[in-house]
């Protein structure tokens, strides 16, 4: 079954802290694992994306950590800002011609000031 | 460059009522994606589409059809509509070579009565 499950529902951290959301897939033929960004009232946008041949690619201070064997990945927030205050959803790509995505059911993250 | 739109923003139906969610890209984008997102579900794929006049099932396609005659445009058709597609639905579309980002819409919010 093609399914992406994503911890925790929502998550609180104050400000400057890390901020950690995890995810775990099953089906091997995923090939993409992208991180969309989402706030309220707007489309998700990509935020970072992974391959499953590399086990860890940072970008300022969003960092993806992926452990193929585990069929694990996580997203770290370092330095969390208010700003960072957003739905973020972890998706998994099929390597079928469609490129469909599949994502998981999102961690509402609240930094505090 | 407008990237993905959506029109309408907000809908009210009555149950049995039609209606068509327009979605347009001018990016040139082969590969179109209509997905519904409830709360705490994430985003699941209703039907999508990787070039004109191809268009396939998602996970969740009943209820639902789509068209696509150009490049540009993707319209949702929900025919006799029912309280559980209540729902924000989103558009989005990717080039389906190299980079493989889906960028989507700001999405429309319905709600069946």
């Known amino acids: 079954q093609q399914q992406v499950k994503q911890s925790p529902q929502s998550l609180i951290v104050q400000k400057g802290g890390i901020s950690i959301i995890n995810c775990a897939y099953e089906?091997?033929?995923?090939?993409?694992f992208p991180w969309y960004q989402q706030f309220p009232g707007k489309g998700p946008a990509l935020l970072i994306a992974i391959r499953p041949d590399v086990s860890e690619k940072k970008e300022g201070r969003f960092t993806i950590s992926f452990n193929k064997s585990a069929k694990q990945f996580s997203l770290h927030i370092m330095d969390s800002q208010p700003g960072d205050s957003a739905t973020y959803f972890c998706a998994a790509r099929s390597s079928g011609s469609a490129r469909q995505l599949t994502f998981g059911s999102g961690t509402q993250l609240t930094v505090l000031p | 460059n407008a990237g993905v739109t959506q029109t309408p923003k907000f809908r009210i139906l009555k149950i049995g009522q039609s209606m068509t969610l327009q979605c347009t890209q001018d990016m040139n984008h082969n590969y179109m994606y209509w997905y519904r997102q409830d709360p705490g579900m994430g985003l699941k794929l209703i039907y999508y589409s990787v070039g004109a006049g191809i268009t396939d099932k998602g996970e969740v396609p009943n209820g639902y059809n789509v068209s696509r005659s150009t490049t540009e445009d993707f319209p949702l058709r929900l025919e006799l509509a029912a309280p559980s597609q209540t729902s924000v639905y989103f558009c989005?579309?990717?080039?389906?070579?190299?980079?493989?980002?889906?960028?989507f819409g700001p999405g429309t919010r319905l709600l069946v009565l």
């Open positions: 989005a579309s990717s080039s389906g070579t190299g980079k493989e980002t889906q960028y």
């Open positions: 089906n091997t033929a995923f090939d993409y």
